[in-house]
């Protein structure tokens, strides 16, 4: 095993909640996987907080690249893995960790992703129209361009809660039959045309809608909850998970997925029917979710929506949860 390092290279940045993650989950010793390697904060910070050994599992290629500056301070204890984390317990397995003491993902697009317009995630820096995190198959390009009116629409409700998603699809559907829609900024002029102009402290007209094209393109609310259940099929009896989001909808799954795991059955109404009693998989640990405090606030103001779920495994058996349960939008058929 690799000597811990005394010194290491300045974190590239400070990822958003991860103190009170540390302080949640006390990371001594043992196995932990961050399913969203990303920029290697959460990582890093496991590593450094005494978790043994850490795999790191990203679809981006560019988060490996960004980490050989530092990761090989810590030699055999950092893990490195391509792949999704929907498929975290097998990626574990082939690591060599077939049971994990915690599993942490930081949901949604980091901010390197963000910084660079050549990959097309942000409205403010013109760009090719990508989104692509694994920087493969179906790009923000094809579907914008090929995806009937009534998918777009869906796309931008559900997944971007954006309400004048109808008016902005028929708006993408009438520009892209006068030439392709290639850039990111023609997309966002697009959808500012359709929305009233921002007032100051509000958010760009085209977030929403960015942000919704951008799960689609990446099948990030199908991920979460394969990685939900991938996760505790994967932790040992006493395992964590940990898991911060950024907007609603994902907070919504992890903490319906929680209350499902965490519930013993029974109960019932005469509204809906009684369940089998079970035993739970995990114990919520708090059973509130954890937001940033005021300091965390003033030096991350992109921390203002994240909320963090803690959860710890039981020894009670695996069970699947349907994307019904979960709350998983239903979209349009098409593409």
Do not use: C
């Amino acid at each position: 095993m690799a000597e811990r390092p005394n010194r290491l290279p300045a974190s590239p940045h400070i990822p958003v909640l991860l103190a009170p993650l540390l302080r949640a989950v006390a990371p001594v010793g043992g196995v932990w996987l961050d399913g969203t390697f990303g920029a290697g904060g959460y990582a890093r910070g496991l590593l450094e907080a005494g978790a043994e050994t850490v795999i790191g599992v990203d679809r981006d290629p560019l988060a490996f690249e960004m980490a050989s500056d530092w990761a090989s301070a810590f030699g055999d204890r950092l893990v490195l893995v391509a792949g999704e984390f929907g498929d975290l317990d097998e990626h574990a397995r082939t690591a060599g960790y077939p049971e994990l003491d915690g599993v942490v993902l930081d949901l949604g697009v980091s901010s390197m992703q963000l910084d660079q317009a050549e990959r097309g995630f942000s409205f403010r820096n013109d760009g090719p129209l990508d989104m692509r995190m694994g920087q493969a198959g179906l790009s923000a390009e094809d579907l914008v361009n090929e995806a009937p009116e009534a998918l777009l629409a869906d796309i931008l409700y559900h997944y971007g809660e954006e309400r004048a998603a109808r008016r902005i699809a028929r708006s993408i559907v009438a520009a892209r039959a006068e030439r392709r829609i290639t850039r990111t900024a023609e997309l966002a002029a697009i959808v500012e045309k359709n929305l009233p102009r921002a007032k100051p402290g509000q958010s760009h007209p085209a977030t929403r809608s960015f942000q919704a094209i951008r799960i689609a393109v990446n099948d990030e609310l199908g991920q979460l909850a394969e990685g939900l259940q991938a996760a505790e099929r994967a932790l040992k009896p006493g395992g964590q998970l940990a898991v911060v989001s950024f907007h609603s909808i994902e907070d919504r799954i992890v903490k319906r997925f929680l209350q499902d795991r965490a519930s013993s059955g029974g109960g019932g109404s005469r509204y809906a029917p009684e369940e089998a009693a079970r035993t739970p998989g995990f114990e919520l640990t708090p059973r509130r979710a954890i937001a940033p405090d005021s300091e965390e606030l003033d030096a991350n103001p992109r921390a203002r929506s994240a909320k963090l779920r803690v959860a710890r495994r039981t020894d009670a058996p695996s069970a699947p949860v349907s994307r019904e349960t979960l709350g998983l939008p239903q979209l349009a058929e098409g593409m």
